[in-house]
């Protein structure tokens, strides 16, 4: 059978065990997305960007079991006094969630306002992801566009003080999760979001930002750690004027784990950074694939990203920095380092650069080794046991990509999950 044909029999397999929401305002952007799966096809191990990892269980009409445990779904952000919102199987839950409101902020949920035939989110919805399909085709993002029912509507028009914590509580199974963001800052705005738990058994979620001139947007992910779990997540982001857009994302475990970003700085003088920290062990998958594009002057991008895999885990990182002509002054700057701790892992890289200005400063770098045994010697003649000695080279290593994290409380989470996951391996 032809590739061709592979494709379109997926595809229709996977659409035909689907059914397109009747929603108001956001019908026409669901039926373009709907047309555009069914055009590019979902995708396949031949298609470029998939060469690394197989799209079948992210595709397949049916999911596989992945049972969440109690530890999974306990709160992750809980101390830091967040508003938060929390979704169970894919599904808002009013009695865990606080009060969807503030002075700065508007809060609804995709659910509540679907038969309204107008909404502040009307030219944004489906814009950003199918802006994002271009020069690279991203199918899952559209078919989220597509079929998602739910997701939080953020429109953030001054400073929020409290970090807004997305908790996605799993409780099914077999569950299938679909949720679509879409967030849009207000000049001079600010606000930090923050994202954690299983999600699912399997999930797709889509997060679209519109970041206007001079605000500013942080965003930090702890993924589930669910062993079994298998998830594909898509952040794209548009930066105005003086706007910065900072992401960060700590993934452990997990059977399958794809993190999509498309960046497009599009105003003078702003800052885009992403970056991620990822743990893996055994049946482990994580591949993070990245675009930022800029568009305009003296733009600033960050891609940092570390991986620490063993006993056969795999690790994947595809990044690439566009700079169009015009885009002078431009700083990118791409580093994706592995730490392999046994024989059996990989890790697999694929950084590139594309320039069309004459005048900006453009790095990328990648590597992948072992772990450094004359500092384990080191640390070993200093009473240090070997395995102890390993976590804390372990750590040293991740820092560079923790240190993304502006936020001191934040970042101590982060760490003290680290710590964690590597003691419980010990």
Not at 43 to 66: G, H, Q
Not at 159 to 181: F, G, R
Not at 312 to 340: C, E, H, P, R
Request: hydrophobic content about 40%; proline content about 2%.
């Amino acid at each position: 059978m032809a590739l061709a044909q592979i494709k379109v029999t997926a595809t229709q397999a996977r659409l035909d065990a689907m059914s397109l929401p009747e929603i108001g305002w956001s019908a026409v952007a669901r039926a373009d997305a709907q047309t555009r799966v069914a055009a590019m096809g979902l995708p396949v191990r031949r298609d470029e960007y998939w060469k690394y990892t197989r799209p079948d269980e992210l595709t397949s009409p049916n999911v596989k079991s992945a049972k969440a445990s109690v530890q999974d779904n306990a709160s992750i952000f809980g101390s830091l006094g967040c508003l938060s919102i929390v979704f169970e199987d894919g599904v808002f839950n009013a009695e865990k969630s606080d009060k969807l409101e503030g002075t700065d902020i508007s809060l609804e949920l995709l659910s509540e306002v679907n038969d309204l035939d107008i909404h502040w989110a009307l030219g944004l919805y489906g814009a950003l992801e199918t802006k994002g399909q271009t020069p690279v085709v991203r199918p899952l993002a559209a078919l989220n566009t597509a079929y998602a029912r739910e997701g939080l509507l953020m429109h953030v028009k001054g400073t929020v003080a409290k970090p807004i914590s997305l908790v996605y509580i799993q409780n099914s199974d077999n569950d299938d999760v679909m949720l679509h963001h879409v967030i849009k800052l207000d000049k001079g705005a600010s606000a930090t979001i923050l994202e954690s738990g299983p999600a699912g058994a399997r999930c797709n979620i889509v997060m679209e930002t519109e970041i206007e001139d001079g605000a500013s947007l942080n965003h930090v992910r702890a993924q589930g750690r669910n062993h079994k779990r298998r998830a594909a997540t898509h952040l794209f982001a548009r930066l105005n004027q003086e706007s910065q857009f900072k992401s960060f994302t700590l993934t452990m475990n997990g059977a399958l784990t794809r993190n999509e970003a498309f960046i497009e700085i599009c105003g003078d003088d702003s800052v885009a950074h992403i970056a991620g920290a990822s743990v893996g062990d055994g049946e482990f998958h994580h591949d993070d694939t990245v675009f930022v594009m800029h568009e305009a002057l003296r733009g600033e991008s960050r891609q940092v990203f570390k991986k620490v895999l063993r006993n056969g885990a795999t690790g994947v990182f595809q990044g690439k920095i566009l700079v169009k002509a015009g885009a002078q002054k431009t700083d990118g700057y791409q580093i994706s380092q592995s730490l392999l701790l046994d024989d059996d892992s990989q890790f697999l890289a694929k950084p590139e650069l594309e320039i069309y200005a004459d005048d900006v400063v453009c790095s990328h770098g990648s590597t992948s080794g072992a772990i450094d045994e004359e500092a384990i010697f080191y640390l070993n003649s200093r009473g240090i046991p070997k395995l102890e000695a390993t976590n804390l080279l372990t750590l040293a290593f991740l820092a560079e990509a923790l240190s993304e994290v502006e936020d001191e409380d934040i970042a101590e989470v982060m760490e003290r999950l680290l710590e964690d996951w590597l003691t419980r391996r010990l």
